[in-house]
């Protein structure tokens, strides 16, 4: 393919996605076939000559888009959204073509520095404390890592580091092994499960603390456990707060959290991975207030802001923790501007070496749209989420379940969790709309979270007419 053809393929790729996008509400939401559907139907071999690029397209659709949970549909409502936006996805062309490896910033300055912008730009947006702005006279920063799981496992290496460093130097004979197996490591029972694998990958002991009665961590449930293993002769290191859980959107208590962990010398990272682009709106900033106790702090604008996957924004309070905690410095990799300050070498932030130029997807979208752009958008999707919230509580066969803050429903039947179970297998299986569970109190509970950025209050209304009808016919079955 030359230069001439990749323009007439580019325009037509174009249009593609833009008819798939403008028509997706008219495909199942959830693919209908077995596992291994693909295998039969390509080679099993690649092809010795070159094909058509006719021939892959039409392939798409025969091969690929049978097989696609169309996580864009205004008809999915599982697990949280996946952000698109046309500005993301032009900018994610650019960095496609640009294709450079962003290591270190000698391997392309503006990769590095615009990332480092694009931080500061969110992180005021956020109103972070000024200690997490790079361009101050703070210490910290922000990095673009892949996802919130790479966040919190890099945040618990270097709590875990800097724990071990500390124990060492006042206690020298203590040998490294010797003061890894008593670390211990705290978070939520509701925490998502990548927290409890970081703790595993780690190689520290991690507890989980019960929640309230609406599913948050409070101080005094933390300082219990706390106290207990340093009773026991344990080392507390480290807890992750969640703002915003997978099940039900709880938010722990940080303005509580934060003076413990601060006290306690424990590294506080706090996961806000759906909840916090809500952050840039006014009404919503509260819910962050106590960040300024954090070590760390993290969300995904690749989950609600329209920046396309991937972007999970990572905020430290102190880049040495960070930093001093992987840096390796080859000679290959070595350039002369690096000690002098004025530059970050984004290497040191991450596990992986290579890194792509995914600023470029929050420079357009944050342009295109603009500060009042992306609060609309939250906004928006809020409002549509109090709309079902209003149609559950005015049917007496159902409840909810957590209070409804963000964009997530979480809502039952009022009844068995068998019942609830097969109502999702109805749900699941007529493939016009998508949900995804979650287990509260013991109760399996439907997840209704929106998700797509077309999505309308027509989506909402035809959802639930949907839900009603085949919460219908199974409940005149007679065994219900």
Not at 153 to 180: F, G, Q, T, Y
Not at 272 to 288: H, M, T, V
Request: charged share 25%; net charge negative; hydrophobic share 40%.
């Amino acid at each position: 393919m030359d230069a001439a053809e990749f323009r007439r393929r580019g325009r037509e790729m174009v249009d593609f996605v833009a008819d798939y996008l403008e028509n997706i509400e008219q495909r199942p939401v959830y693919p209908d076939l077995e596992p291994g559907y693909l295998r039969s139907l390509i080679p099993t071999e690649a092809p010795l000559e070159p094909e058509n690029y006719e021939d892959i397209i039409k392939d798409v659709e025969r091969v690929i888009m049978p097989g696609v949970t169309h996580w864009h549909s205004p008809y999915f409502f599982a697990y949280f959204p996946a952000a698109s936006s046309y500005p993301a996805m032009l900018a994610d062309m650019l960095c496609g073509a640009i294709g450079c490896i962003g290591f270190s910033w000698a391997a392309s300055p503006a990769c590095t520095e615009l990332e480092t912008v694009m931080l500061d730009w969110l992180g005021k947006m956020l109103q972070l404390p000024e200690h997490f702005i790079a361009g101050t006279h703070g210490h910290g920063g922000g990095v673009i890592q892949g996802t919130a799981s790479e966040a919190t496992l890099m945040s618990l290496l270097a709590a875990r580091c800097k724990a071990i460093r500390r124990v060492h130097a006042s206690i020298p004979e203590n040998s490294e092994a010797d003061i890894l197996s008593k670390l211990v490591a705290y978070t939520s029972e509701q925490a998502h499960s990548s927290v409890e694998r970081a703790a595993l990958i780690g190689g520290v002991m991690m507890r989980k603390v019960p929640t309230d009665n609406s599913y948050a961590v409070r101080g005094d449930m933390l300082k219990k456990i706390v106290e207990e293993d340093k009773a026991a002769g344990l080392i507390p290191f480290y807890f992750c707060a969640t703002l915003g859980t997978t099940p039900s959107c709880a938010f722990d208590h940080i303005t509580e959290l934060g003076p413990l962990c601060n006290e306690e010398n424990m590294w506080m990272h706090i996961d806000a991975a759906y909840a916090g682009s809500a952050f840039i709106c006014p009404e919503f900033r509260p819910l962050l207030n106590g960040v300024e106790f954090a070590d760390s702090f993290n969300f995904n604008p690749h989950k609600w802001l329209l920046v396309n996957f991937d972007c999970s924004a990572m905020w430290v309070k102190k880049r040495a923790d960070i930093i001093g905690a992987f840096k390796m410095e080859p000679l290959y990799l070595k350039h002369e501007n690096q000690e002098s300050g004025l530059v970050t070498d984004y290497r040191h932030w991450q596990i992986p070496l290579g890194r792509r130029f995914r600023s470029l997807k929050m420079w357009f979208v944050f342009r295109l749209y603009g500060l009042k752009g992306l609060q609309a958008h939250i906004r928006k999707q809020v409002d549509l989420a109090k709309e079902f919230e209003s149609l559950v509580r005015a049917d007496k066969r159902f409840e909810i379940c957590a209070e409804v803050i963000m964009g997530l429903v979480c809502f039952r039947l009022k009844g068995s969790n068998e019942l609830n179970q097969n109502l999702l297998k109805r749900i699941t299986e007529s493939r016009e709309i998508h949900l995804v569970p979650c287990q509260l109190s013991g109760r399996f509970v439907l997840r209704f979270a929106i998700c797509a950025r077309s999505t309308e209050s027509r989506h909402i209304q035809q959802a639930w007419r949907h839900i009603t009808q085949l919460t219908f016919e199974l409940l005149q079955e007679p065994n219900h």
